[in-house]
């Protein structure tokens, strides 16, 4: 039986909107925490991707060592070596480069807001893992590395802020990707990009699990450690919905709970049920035109919330290591109710 049949009896029932995003019954808000006493460098956003194209093509080698002081990581090679020279001299003539780089230097002309934006998530890392290091930042043209928008080394983060162009930015649509993905390529999405490349500073290595129930609560860890990180941001922008995707989750949580439970899902091991739950995509196929997709990360998600209001003492630290998928959803009482 496809995943489509299973799930086409959905649409049968009538769906009334019930208030429920992981409500917390009247208990503290446990990611509401005091961060006045955690002391952090305010976050400088290097602006490799302005300044590289400042330099003057008829002297490159003389403009790039004026260039290496502040930017070590991107000019730490032999830069009289011909054949580097060369190299960087394409990289900064390339038409498409040129024009990510105009595109980024009107919108992105002046970047306080999102220098504050992550000092915040920041000082919440650190309040979250004292000792933990806090990366330099450096923003550059990719040239549409779009499946890496943000990408840690070591402790630099680097931000591809040409990902970050909006929707009207002609050439995501010319490179052919999709307007689920176009749709959420907002200066929005920046500080949970950048947040998400961090995880793996915490929680190296880590497998997605090997049936439903283990990939949506790997998930939903994920997705809450973002809350943490930015607990001010609306949760539709923290896991990449639209307003709409994420009101109608609120509204069907139920139904698409009692579709894992009364088929038997949860433990599955089938790949097409694993996609259909927690693959990206415009929709959930198997529900709606109007559901969002990764249905099983949301799921996840409320999982991982319910636990944590319900086990004060665990940490977050504690709940990215911890294995016992079981043991987090009994641990959540997670059930969600019909209206």
């Known amino acids: 039986m496809t995943s489509r049949k299973i799930f086409w009896w959905i649409s049968a029932f009538s769906l009334f909107a019930w208030i429920s995003l992981g ?26 991707d302005l300044d590289l194209f400042k330099v003057d093509i008829r002297d490159l080698q003389s403009g790039l060592e004026r260039l290496r002081p502040d930017f070590r990581f991107f000019l730490e090679t032999d830069l009289s070596d011909p054949k580097n020279l060369s190299e960087m001299k394409s990289y900064l003539l390339n038409p498409r480069n040129i024009e990510f780089h105009a ?76 307007a689920y993905r176009v749709e959420r390529m907002n200066s929005d999405r920046v500080v949970p990009d950048c947040m998400r490349a961090l995880i793996n500073s915490v929680r190296p290595g880590q497998l997605p699990g090997n049936n439903l129930l283990e990939q949506m609560i790997e998930a939903g860890k994920g997705v809450y450690f973002l809350e943490a990180l930015i607990p001010g941001h609306p949760a539709h922008l923290i896991i990449g919905y639209t307003e709409k995707q994420e009101a109608w989750i609120e509204k069907n949580e139920a139904y698409v709970w009692a579709a894992i439970i009364d088929n038997r899902l949860l433990f599955s091991t089938d790949g097409a049920i694993i996609r259909a739950f927690m693959s990206d995509g415009p929709f959930t196929a198997e529900f709606s035109k109007e559901s969002p997709p990764r249905l099983g990360e949301w799921i996840g998600w409320q999982i991982v919330r319910k636990f944590m209001t319900n086990n004060p003492d665990e940490t977050l630290r504690e709940l990215l290591s911890e294995n016992d998928f079981q043991k987090i959803l009994n641990g959540s009482g997670y059930k969600p109710e019909k209206p």
């Open 23 to 48: 409500s917390c019954s009247g208990k503290r808000n446990r990611l509401k925490v005091d961060i006045t006493h955690v002391r952090i460098p305010e976050v400088v956003i290097h602006r490799y």
């Open 103 to 178: 595109a980024v230097a009107r919108k992105y002309r002046d970047v306080g807001i999102l220098e504050s934006e992550l000092t915040g998530a920041l000082r919440h890392y650190r309040y979250y893992f004292p000792g933990s290091r806090i990366p330099r930042v450096y923003a550059y043209i990719s040239g549409g590395t779009y499946n890496l928008p943000v990408q840690m080394a070591d402790s630099v983060m680097l931000i591809g802020l040409d990902n970050y162009l909006g929707k009207e930015f002609k050439p995501y649509v010319a490179d052919g990707l999709p």
